[in-house]
């Protein structure tokens, strides 16, 4: 069986939903490698400072590839909601939700947990964008929020790159590609990708 990411996501059928991560606040990538810690702070990660802007946006397409070099070591966020932006929890029956504790029962949902992937790239935004996003400048940070297809996508690359371990990928080119749309019984469809990792 191929390794080629780019020939497994042309070849892959319907794609299906990630289960939650069962390990609380563990990183969903640390399955695969010895955990190793960020040099972010808990200051960083509660308050959202140096929160990059997205690998990719609403007007990328099927196709576009985005490109950058890891910076630092990926960590995990809790999840927010598209539309109003709120922390995301896994209720009991493993839908996602708002509500920290299950009305049911009173215990505490688990926090839905994102990958972030750190990344210099050489794209910039445009002055209107600039102003959309109410940024005085761009430096070309971005970062790949991963989880259900597109955390599949980067598992697949790290997997068909061999990298042994999480340190291994600071410095790594990563090539992230858009290639279908899944429907999500919620009207906005899910996003299908590939990914591909190498020596920069």
């Known amino acids: 069986m191929s390794n080629d990411p780019w020939a497994m996501a042309s070849n892959a059928g319907t794609a299906t939903t990630t289960e939650p991560n ?3 606040n563990t990183s969903a990538l640390e399955g695969s490698f010895v955990p190793e810690r ?3 702070t808990a200051e960083d990660i509660l308050f959202g400072a140096g929160m990059a802007p997205s690998l990719f946006t609403k007007d990328h397409q099927i196709g576009v590839d985005r490109v950058g070099v890891i910076t ?3 960590f995990d966020t809790q999840s927010l909601s ?3 932006r709120k922390p995301e929890f896994w209720s009991a029956d493993g839908k ?9 029962t009173g215990k505490p949902n688990r926090p839905v947990m ?5 990344l210099a790239t050489e794209y910039r935004f445009t002055q209107a964008e600039l102003d959309e996003k109410g940024l005085a400048a761009d430096d070309g940070s971005r970062a790949w929020y991963l989880s259900g297809e597109d955390l599949k996508a980067f598992r697949a690359a790290i997997k068909a790159a061999r990298v042994p371990n999480m340190a291994a990928l600071v410095g790594m080119k990563l090539t992230a590609r858009r290639t279908g749309q899944q429907p999500s019984g919620k009207g906005n469809p899910k996003w299908l990708y590939a990914a591909k990792l190498e020596q920069a």
């Open 82 to 84: 598209f539309g109003d």
């Open 38 to 40: 960020n040099t972010r």
């Open 72 to 74: 630092d070591l990926p």
């Open 96 to 104: 996602k939700t708002m509500d920290a504790v299950d009305r049911a």
């Open 22 to 24: 069962g390990n609380g």
């Open 114 to 118: 994102n990958v972030v992937v750190p």
